[in-house]
């Protein structure tokens, strides 16, 4: 984040290189679903507070496990044909410190995330890194039960196979910064 000036910026996701995926448990094995479509909206005016705007939205029906069986119940079971996205729309930013030896910030997000119709407000910690090429990667993870947002999880085989309430969110994002341009403020105003 760079503070004390006032600047309009446009920020955009590398999606080639970014990857938000899910991982959960059976009672009988793990797995792991990557989402490969999804949108974030960037914006932000690097005003004192550092006012930043994102939404995120992960098409439900991109997720895939490695078994169709395993995708379509995901995606039954989160209403897909109802809901069809997972939608993080950020709030404030709870705490953040700097390594100043491994240029690296440490961050505790706060924000609201919809799932299958159910909005909850939640946080999770972050880590950011600028790259030499002036990109900049954050990563994280967060644990999240389906029961908080209605969601049932799903059982298989006449319910032999259960899947845990548990599910694991990692994300590795990569955004970069383009286009600055001088941010005027007395048209803030109007």
Known sequence: MIGGSVYAQNISIDKERSR???????????????????????SSQELEDADVDVEVDIEVESFDCGKRRMNRDLYETLLSD??????????????????????????????????????????????????EDETLKATGQTELRMTDYNVEPPRALLGMVRVDDLLRVHFEIFATTHNWEPFDDEQNKE
């Not at 991982?23 to 797995?31: A, K, L, S």
């Open 82 to 131: 109802k809901h069809p996205y997972i939608s993080f729309e950020y709030k404030d930013l709870e705490s953040m410190t700097y390594d100043d030896s491994q240029d690296l910030y440490d961050l505790v997000v706060k924000g609201y995330l919809t799932v299958a119709g159910h909005t909850k407000e939640i946080e999770f910690p972050m880590q950011a890194l600028m790259l």
């Open 20 to 42: 938000l995926w899910i991982e959960g448990r059976t009672n009988v094995n793990q797995f792991s679903c990557r989402a490969s479509s999804y949108d974030t909206l960037v």
